[in-house]
Structure formats: structure tokens, C-alpha cells
């Protein structure tokens, strides 16, 4: 919802970027993002507000998806899944958390990290498109979060050169990590594993006691390296999110 209020207006209007807040939880759409993190439901556990943000989603153009912790659903729910017909899609979205103090874990290679100066915003715009495979014209998304109330921003370096980044969202004792990409040809250094560190030492010193993040859900057909990367550095798993198709 945050990053919905520090969009640009001209970004909101020209490329349909829509956010629904819902009591605790939202409906946002950004039909020309490929990412299911930015065209979800999420946060929602009535059939009420379900309702609401499904109604809203209908008319939007683009990928849409509902993410649910579905162990934890009511059989309201779950009877409001099947009659609206919905299907899973993909492995879904494994939630994990981290809590401090923590002792700082000494990682191997040579990764610089350092936060993003408010004249890079548009570098750190555009190198984290590169790296999910956005479109440029949403640069300017992730570029006014640079420097923003509750936002900071890293790179990681190769010598001088920025090659990753990151960001992460404080609000009160909680912080959320996102925005951590390496650029293609610089993948299997050890980048995330650096950047995750560097944003947890920084949330420590904000005062944040716990911290969150997702990622796809592992399987025996699919691993993933990023929630391999996150168990390494003290992430434990807190509960899995379905994705169903809208």
C-alpha cells in the first residue's frame, strides 16, 4: 500500500496502477507487471471482504491472483474458493521470518554493500526492472521509494559498479525485505546473501525486532535458491500462501 502512495501520479495513470486497502489487507493492480506481488488479493480472511476485493479485481486488466494461507482459512473460505472456481497456480509463496538479536554470520566471498543516494533512484529504478525482468516504463516505481519515510535501499557492488538490490520497509518494531535482485551476469556470487545482511543489520539499528519476507515455495522438481539463501541466514519457514488464478 505504500509503495501504491509514493508512486508516481503520472506512473498511476499511464500504466493503470490501482491499490484497494481492505481493513488489514488490499487488492492492488499493475496490469503491465508480470509479477504476481504487484496484480494480488492479499491480507484478506472474511467471505465479506473477499467479495469486495474479487468484484474490484474483475475489471482489471492483466495477470490477477487471490494469495491465501489456506491451513489457516475458515470453511467459509474455503467453500467461497471452490464456488467461485478457482484454481491454484504455481508453487505459491513460502512466508519466513526472522526475529533479533542475532549474531552477524560471516559470509564467504567479497560483496560490498552500500545504501542507494538519493541522486541513484533512477539507476535503482531501472537495475531492479532489469532484474525481474519488468518493463523500463516501471522504473519509476521502485525509484520513489529511494530515500522515502520507512524505505531504504542498497546496492551491492562489484568494485565501484552496483550489480543488486535491495530494499527494506520499517513500520514500527516489523520490517519487510523486497527488492532483492542481482543483475543476470553477476548471479552466484553470493549477492543475496550480502544484501539480506546488510538490510537486517540496518533494520537493527531502526529498532526492528522482527523480519519478514517471501519467496517461492521449494519442491523436489523445483528448488529455489533464494529460500535456501534465507534458512542460511537464520529465515525460518512461517507458513505457505497459495496462489489461486482470478
Not at 18 to 41: D, F, M, Q, W
Not at 170 to 183: E, F, I, K, P, R
Not at 188 to 208: E, P, S
Request: proline letters at 5%; hydrophobic letters at 40%.
Amino acid at each position: 500500500m505504500d509503495l501504491h502512495r509514493l508512486s508516481p501520479e503520472h506512473l498511476r495513470d499511464e500504466e493503470q496502477f490501482e491499490c484497494l486497502p481492505i481493513n488489514e489487507g488490499c487488492a492492488v493492480s499493475l496490469p503491465n507487471a508480470p509479477a504476481i506481488g504487484l496484480n494480488r488479493v492479499l491480507g484478506l480472511g472474511s467471505v465479506e471482504d473477499l467479495d469486495k476485493a474479487y468484484n474490484w479485481m474483475q475489471r482489471k486488466a492483466g495477470n490477477r491472483f487471490l494469495q491465501l494461507n489456506v491451513d489457516a482459512a475458515s470453511d467459509e473460505v474455503r467453500n467461497w474458493i471452490q464456488t467461485k472456481d478457482l484454481h491454484e497456480h504455481g508453487p505459491g509463496w513460502a512466508k519466513l521470518t526472522r526475529s533479533a538479536p542475532f549474531s552477524r554470520l560471516e559470509l564467504p566471498g567479497r560483496v560490498r554493500t552500500r545504501r542507494v543516494k538519493v541522486d541513484e533512484a533512477a539507476l535503482f529504478g531501472s537495475m531492479l526492472c532489469k532484474g525481474f525482468s519488468f518493463p523500463l516504463t516501471l522504473a519509476s516505481l521502485w525509484s520513489a521509494i529511494v530515500d522515502k519515510e520507512g524505505w531504504s535501499c542498497f546496492f551491492a557492488l562489484d568494485g565501484e559498479t552496483p550489480i543488486g538490490t535491495g530494499a527494506i520497509y520499517v513500520s514500527g518494531t516489523y520490517a519487510w525485505l523486497g527488492g532483492g535482485t542481482t543483475l543476470p551476469e553477476f548471479r552466484n556470487r553470493g549477492v543475496q546473501k550480502a544484501l539480506i545482511q546488510i538490510r537486517t543489520d540496518h533494520g537493527i539499528t531502526q529498532g526492528v525486532s522482527t523480519f519478514v519476507v517471501e519467496t517461492e515455495v521449494p519442491s523436489l522438481a523445483k528448488p529455489s535458491i533464494s529460500y535456501e539463501n534465507l534458512r542460511k541466514m537464520g529465515f525460518r519457514h512461517a507458513y505457505n500462501r497459495k496462489n489461486f488464478k482470478l
